[in-house]
Every structure is written in C-alpha cells, then in structure tokens.
C-alpha cells in the first residue's frame, strides 16, 4: 500500500533550527510536496522537489532522496509564527497526492 | 478569480438533512480536489476532476456522498442525509492540471457541523 510517515509532533526553541523528517513508499513518484498548515486555516504551499537534493527558499529548505524514500523541511531561525502543522505529501504514478498525518511543530520562547 | 473559493464558510445543519458545498478553482485551473479533514487529523482525499471528470471516486466515504463539475470550473459537493460523524472541514483545491509538478492551491475550506 501507499503510505507517508512523519512525527505526530515536534517541539523547538525560538530562534533554532528544526528538522521534520517524511518517509513515503509510493506506486511510482512524480515528486514531493511541503504544506504549512495554522490552526484552522487551509494549507498553503511551501516546496516542491522531485530530483534528490536540497532546495533552499529563505529559511525554509527542502531535501528529498528518492533512493531512500525520504524527504525533510529544514525550518531555521524559528519564529514563533511558525508553530503550525507541516503536511508531507507524494505524487505517484497517478499524479494522485498521497498525504501524511502532518507534524505539529510547537515553538516555545 | 484570484484563488480557491468555497461557500458557505460555515454550515450547522441539523441530521439527516441534505447539504451542498461549492467551490470555485482558480481561473484555469483543470484539476480540483475535494479533501475532508476531521479535528486535528489529516487530509483525507475524496475525489478529484480533471477537467468535468471524475477519474478517481475511490475516496467517497459512503453513497450520500457525491461531487459534481461542470463547464470545467465550478464544483459541487453534496452530501445526502447527514450524520453527525459528516463533521468537519471540507477543504477544495485546484491546480493547472494533474501533472508531477503543478502546486495544488487550497481554499478556506467548508465548516460542516451536523447536530
């Protein structure tokens, strides 16, 4: 079956570094997808990888290894604004999107 | 228009009765997904469009669920006698088309409480 892992939920310090880790097992991939999602509110996108590596966007970075089946978003300079809910998610050889449960990440001062 | 839009924001409606959410893509987009999400769960997906059809029912939880669109925009979601677990947010997106790199963009989704 088609599956995404990531923690239930992680807990960091303001101003620090954090890494949420996503593993997929997926029928074919056609790349992966980091959502943000604030309490109540929709997700909105934050990056896109489909070759292996790194992709840097301000604080925000993305790593996928498609050998491995993993993909982390590296949140650097937490900021209490970023205490919210990060979704993983895969295409596969449908297009169709595979979801995670989502990671709540809770930033304390 | 300029992003996803869904009506109505909020709907408390009493068991057993019928209700239809509606989404609006962003202009152009040919693919639309209807995902429902429970407090503090995941995405659950339901259906998605390509275009006006419906490659993919698979995730309709039960036959009083359906979804229709039409003229290649807009969508419908209706669900037929509602029961109290229909609770939730029912989140609509869109994207250019179904392709391995096309970002889904999502609307303020549809509070749906059933009493």
């Known amino acids: 079956g088609q599956n995404i892992d990531q923690p239930t939920e992680m807990t960091a310090t303001e101003g620090a570094i954090v890494q949420i880790n996503c593993t997929y097992q997926?029928?074919?991939?056609?790349?992966l997808f980091w959502y943000q999602q604030h309490a109540g509110e929709a997700p909105t996108f934050l990056s896109y990888?489909?070759l292996d590596g790194l992709e840097e966007k301000g604080r925000f970075s993305s790593f996928l290894s498609r050998s491995k089946g993993y993909s982390y978003l590296l949140l650097k300079e937490l900021q209490m604004k970023d205490s919210a809910s990060y979704l993983c998610a895969a295409k596969d050889s449908n297009y169709q999107l595979i979801w995670g449960a989502g990671t709540k990440l809770i930033i304390k001062p | 228009g300029a992003g996803v839009s869904q009506s109505p924001s909020n709907k408390v409606t009493e068991k057993g009765k019928d209700v239809e959410l509606r989404c609006d893509p962003i202009?152009?987009?040919?693919?639309l997904y209807w995902y429902r999400q429970s407090l503090g769960q995941g995405l659950e997906f339901l259906i998605y469009?390509?275009?006006?059809?419906?490659?993919?029912k698979s995730g309709l939880p039960s036959d009083r669920f359906s979804a229709e669109r039409t003229g290649g925009s807009v969508s419908t979601l209706t669900i037929q006698r509602t029961q109290q677990e229909d609770s939730a947010v029912y989140l609509c997106a869109s994207s250019e088309s179904v392709g391995s790199g096309n970002t889904i963009y999502f609307g303020e989704g549809s509070w749906l409480t059933v009493v």
């Open positions: 469009f390509q275009g006006n059809s419906a490659p993919d």
């Open positions: 202009s152009g987009h040919t693919a």
């Open positions: 990888n489909v």
């Open positions: 997926t029928s074919g991939f056609n790349g």
